[in-house]
């Protein structure tokens, strides 16, 4: 069975502080992987996606991710927070054309 | 609007009854999938279909838990004899599946459960 584990569950920064969410994912096989964020009063939206190809992702308002297969891993990161990134981050892996298992998020709260 | 939809987008009852929730997926896609998040917590898997064929169920859902997508678009999800511990978002979300297994979902808004 396939598992996502999000390492820190409440980061908070202030703004113009860089940001790394950590995510690591069990599972043997080919994955998609996610990044979703759902901000206060609204629901998930996504980030950004990997399929194959570059493991560096580019997604939305400036996030990254790189997926590293050797450490089951796929971190999201952004060079400068902004308080409007203050909501809550979800990391998901799915096989091919299947469900998704979600991570218990990472709430992140920017101060101005 | 084209995006994911899900009524109601909040549901109190009380212990014992029962509710059904809908979700209207975008219209091309294929496959819909239901999940339930609970405060904390990243959504859960319930289960998922592929037009109107029921693909997947996950053993978190008891009996008490039934879907149906009986003409591969809209779809519910019927809660009888409702417990406490029944009371969560409970998530809606639609790809198209064209063979290349990329899976992308479109999230809906939810429906709140409370269950008194």
């Known amino acids: 069975a396939q598992s996502v584990s999000q390492h820190n569950h409440h980061v908070i920064l202030s703004e113009a502080a860089s940001l790394e969410l950590g995510c690591n994912y069990s599972?043997?096989?080919?994955?998609?992987l996610f990044w979703y964020v759902q901000y206060p009063g609204q629901h998930l939206q996504l980030l950004l996606k990997?399929?194959?190809?570059?493991?560096l992702v580019k997604g939305i308002k400036g996030f990254e991710a790189e997926f590293i297969k050797s450490k089951f891993s796929f971190n999201l990161r952004k060079p400068s927070v902004q308080w409007s990134d203050t909501a809550e981050y979800f990391c998901a892996v799915s096989p091919n054309a299947g469900k998704s298992t979600f991570g218990d998020g990472t709430t992140l709260t920017v101060k101005p | 609007d084209t995006g994911v939809s899900q009524n109601p987008r909040h549901k109190i009852t009380k212990r014992g009854q029962n509710v059904t929730f809908r979700c209207d997926p975008i219209s091309e896609h294929n496959r819909l999938y239901w999940y339930r998040q609970t405060l904390g917590q990243g959504p859960e898997f319930l289960t998922y279909f592929q037009n109107e064929a029921q693909l997947e169920k996950s053993r978190l859902l008891s009996d008490r838990f039934s879907a149906e997508r009986p003409k591969g678009s809209f779809s519910t999800l019927e809660i009888q004899r409702t417990e406490q511990g029944d009371s969560a978002m409970y998530l809606c979300?639609?790809?198209?599946?064209?063979?290349?297994?990329?899976?992308?979902?479109?999230f809906g808004p939810g429906t709140r459960l409370t269950v008194l």
């Open positions: 979300a639609s790809s198209l599946e064209q063979g290349g297994g990329n899976n992308e979902q479109f």
């Open positions: 599972y043997g096989g080919t994955v998609n």
């Open positions: 990997y399929f194959s190809g570059d493991p």
